[in-house]
């Protein structure tokens, strides 16, 4: 039986990884520094699963972990386009270096595959939609740039050392577990809990910017498919639903769902914020034999259900 080591497993999307690996049977670790994760996004399962606390700046303290394993999930990371504008080094040495070590981990410990989150934030100002894996990265922010570079780390480790490697570009992943309580959060998880507590929602610009929104289970079901689809070795590849919504209708929408006619405060555009976003899945369609089963709307009520019984 494959061993999994999943980098990030205590935070939003690796939890989500792990859940559904400790549901299939799988041998599964987690490793995270909680910079981010919490324990309890995996309480529910934790018994079923090897959990450690490292951080990925730490080859030495990495190394053991990866004794054994077959498929790496690679996701930890610091995200957040804002915080990496903030404080781009902290941002580097995480998502740069930290990618380093972890290749460099999986390489001498004889992993099969590693399969990295990379960023839809790669396509920055490019004007042409939807996104295309052949467009030409055009990154706007110290995050995207640090995104950018692990995808060529992969592609490099791949080509050099024959490690087989997969970088997929998640398009704003959503869903349950995503934690609200910070302002570098995602802006559905920002949204609902605003609605939740009765504040009102924050929109940076005209709301008319778009993104393609992902719902997790999408993004989990595409990443295990990415350990081991034969043809998926050393590209980059797009995971998205392959739509593209707007933030006034992510607030139409809560409104219905909510039953309330909540109007947003609009602030100023964000610093390196993309305008429009919405991702070409052809390639995962091909290479992965991935197709999105959960749609933004539905996606959208989950996330709602879970947030209200997680604060009942
Ligand atoms: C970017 C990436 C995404 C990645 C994420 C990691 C793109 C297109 N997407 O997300 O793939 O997972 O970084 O951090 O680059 N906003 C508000 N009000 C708020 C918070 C945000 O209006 O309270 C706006 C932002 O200005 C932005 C949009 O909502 O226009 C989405 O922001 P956010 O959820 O932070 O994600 P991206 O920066 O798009």
Redesign the pocket.
């Known amino acids: 039986m494959p061993t999994f080591l999943v980098t990030g497993g205590a935070g939003f999307i690796g939890s989500h990884i792990v859940e559904e690996l400790a549901r299939r049977g799988e041998k599964v670790r987690a490793i995270d520094n909680f910079a981010t994760g919490r324990r309890e996004n995996l309480a529910a399962f934790r018994d079923r699963i090897d959990l450690a606390e490292v951080d990925i700046r730490d080859l030495d303290a990495l190394r053991p972990h990866f004794e054994g394993v077959d498929y790496v999930i690679h996701l930890a990371a610091l ?4 915080r990496s504008i903030k404080d781009p080094l902290t941002s580097n040495a995480v998502n740069i270096n930290g990618t380093l070590n972890v290749l460099l981990a999986a390489r001498d410990a004889k992993v099969k595959r590693v399969v990295f989150a990379a ?3 790669a ?2 100002d490019n004007p042409v939609l939807p996104r295309v894996e052949n467009h030409e990265p055009r990154p706007l922010s110290p ?2 740039l640090t995104k950018v570079a692990g995808e060529f780390y992969c592609q490099i480790f791949y080509r050099i050392y024959g490690l087989e490697t997969v970088a997929l ?5 959503f869903g349950p577990r995503q934690n609200p309580n910070s302002p ?5 998880s ?2 609902i809990a605003a609605y939740q507590r009765e504040q009102t ?5 005209d ?1 008319e ?1 778009s ?1 393609d929104f992902t719902y997790v289970a999408n993004a989990v079901d595409a990443t295990l498919r990415a350990c081991t689809a034969p043809k998926a070795i050393g590209k980059v590849i797009n995971v998205g639903v392959g739509e593209s919504h707007t ?1 006034n209708r992510a607030i139409s929408l809560l409104n219905g769902i909510f039953s309330c006619q909540v109007t947003p405060r609009y602030e100023a ?2 610093a390196g ?2 305008r429009c ?1 919405q991702a070409d899945i052809t390639l995962a369609r091909e290479l992965l034999g991935y197709v999105p089963s959960i749609r933004f709307e539905e996606g959208l009520e989950r996330t709602v259900a879970w947030f209200r019984a997680a604060s009942a």
Do not use: E, K, T
């Open positions: 995200p957040s386009v804002p960023s839809s934030s396509y920055g995050y995207a570009r998640y398009f704003n992943i570098y959060s995602g802006v559905l920002l949204f929602p924050v929109i940076f610009g709301g910017q993104r933030l555009p964000r914020d993309v976003s």
